[in-house]
């Protein structure tokens, strides 16, 4: 059974920080990338990082860039998103999922529609 659990969300005030852990099982971790998106209330999910499983590179959303660092303990099969100095706008419930996905398939990594699996979510609160 494939599962993503994610955990490290929590409330922390402004300017602080949090670790997210993306835990996975029931599939070949190496093969696949992993994204974190977040979902604010009221609010469409976005995707906010993603790591690539074919080159390693890491791409981040404009308004976490800079702040958020993502990355992956392959034999742990977890993936971790730093995040520091945090906002307000920052509130929202955490996502991670995962795809297969490599240059030939002609688009971005860790878009919302071509993720195939995806976890239940951490609430992270940034009180002002």
């Known amino acids: 059974e494939v599962q993503l659990v994610e955990s490290g969300g929590g409330l922390v005030q402004t300017g602080g920080s949090l670790r997210l852990s993306c835990a996975a099982s029931?599939?070949?971790?190496?093969?696949?990338?992993i994204g974190w998106f977040r979902q604010a209330p009221g609010k469409e999910r976005e995707g906010i990082s993603c790591?690539?499983?074919?080159?390693?590179?890491?791409y981040y959303a404009d308004s976490v860039k800079g702040r958020f660092t993502i990355s992956s303990d392959n034999a742990k099969n977890t993936v971790y998103l730093q995040m520091n100095s945090l906002k307000p706008e920052d509130t929202a419930v955490y996502y991670c999922?995962?795809?297969?996905?490599?240059?030939?398939?002609?688009?971005?990594?860790?878009?919302?529609?071509?993720?195939?699996?995806w976890g239940k979510g951490t609430l992270v609160t940034v009180s002002s």
């Open positions: 999922a995962a795809e297969v996905w490599d240059l030939t398939l002609g688009r971005p990594p860790c878009g919302l529609d071509g993720m195939n699996y």
């Open positions: 790591i690539s499983s074919s080159d390693g590179r890491m």
């Open positions: 029931g599939f070949i971790f190496d093969d696949y990338t």
